[in-house]
């Protein structure tokens, strides 16, 4: 997978103790592009993608408007945006619909990961990270919590999503994802 590169030592002295028949070669293998600042780079700046659909939305709002005053002018008033002012309101309104389509494809793309209703989906695309590693080293995710507490988990998968969570510094309950991932691993499998 990612051969040759490093790993944390706190993510590989970790990984040690909870995958101890594994070597930690293997384990480095498997894992370092899940513990990366790489990775950790790439899902955060994913976000950013989010604030984009952001500003598209409030270029789209302030457009709205202004074509909304034009059209709103008296019949004298915009007989007088012919020629080059006209030209001017063409291109406001091309403007205004070309990033009204963008946005309306920015909102479908984000609407499969909210960023609000508790889903977190950089949460998902590390328990998806953390799913294919485990895969690599011939290791099924399980998934389960600890019947006296369920915010714990009690499988290996579950423990390396919530640390390679807290890793990456993702303010996101770990249960979610991984029980996600696993589901569609179950499915998948199944076929």
């Known amino acids: ?14 990984l040690t103790k909870e995958l101890p028949e594994i070597d930690e070669a293997s ?16 899902i955060h700046d994913a976000s950013a993608g989010r604030r984009d659909a952001n500003l ?7 457009l709205s408007k202004a074509m909304g005053r034009i059209d709103g002018l008296p019949p004298g008033v915009r007989a007088r945006l012919d020629g080059d ?3 001017n309101v063409r291109g406001i309104a091309e403007v205004h619909s070309f990033l009204a389509t963008e946005w309306e494809l920015l909102r479908i793309y984000h ?19 953390v799913h294919l590693a485990l895969s690599d080293l011939g290791i099924k995710p399980t998934f389960g919590t600890r ?6 988990p009690s499988t290996a998968f579950g423990r390396i999503v919530k640390q390679a969570l807290a890793f990456h510094k993702i303010d996101a309950d770990w249960r979610a994802p991984a029980k996600n991932t696993f589901q569609e691993y179950r499915q998948d499998s199944s076929i």
């Open 56 to 62: 598209v939305e409030l270029a789209v709002n302030a």
């Open 1 to 14: 997978m990612a051969k040759g590169r490093a790993l944390d030592k706190n993510a590989l002295a970790f």
């Open 147 to 152: 019947g006296d507490d369920s915010t714990v």
């Open 111 to 129: 609407r499969s990961r909210p960023e609000t209703g508790g889903r977190n989906w950089l949460a998902y695309e590390v328990a998806d990270a």
């Open 85 to 87: 002012q006209g030209r």
């Open 27 to 42: 384990l480095t293998d498997a894992f370092s592009r899940v513990f990366s600042r790489e990775f950790r780079e790439g």
